[in-house]
């Protein structure tokens, strides 16, 4: 479903599987992730003309570019359905060159 497009909060939920046919409703386990870089490089991929923007435009801008270097690398793992287990989000490390995930450790 595009229906996570459409929201502020990009993470991923159960219900967007809604229109999947019966796969959420006959999967054990169900995992999505979620990684707040992508969106936040979209965002700010859209900042052309920058420097033509209000102080307070240009703050909110820095402060998006900082907020992206923060979770540069960072993914989560969500975990909404787990029929034999619990459910949870487990932060991964991403690495873009090679599209793997690893554990998290932090800098």
């Given amino acids: 479903s595009r229906q996570v497009e459409s929201r502020d909060n990009k993470r991923p939920q159960l219900s967007d599987l809604r229109e999947s046919g ?8 169900v995992m999505m992730l979620y990684r707040e870089e992508f969106y936040l490089s979209r965002t700010l991929g859209g900042q052309d003309g920058a420097h033509q923007r209000s102080i307070n435009d240009r703050a909110k801008l820095a402060d998006l570019k900082n907020h992206l270097e923060q979770v540069k690398g960072l993914s989560e793992l969500l975990i909404p359905k787990n029929r034999k287990g619990p459910t949870d989000t487990v932060r ?5 060159a090679t599209t793997t995930f690893r554990s998290f450790s932090p800098r």
Wanted: cysteine-free; glycine content about 0%; overall charge negative.
């Fill in 92 to 96: 991964l490390m991403f690495d873009e």
């Fill in 22 to 29: 019966s796969i959420k409703q006959d999967a054990d386990v």
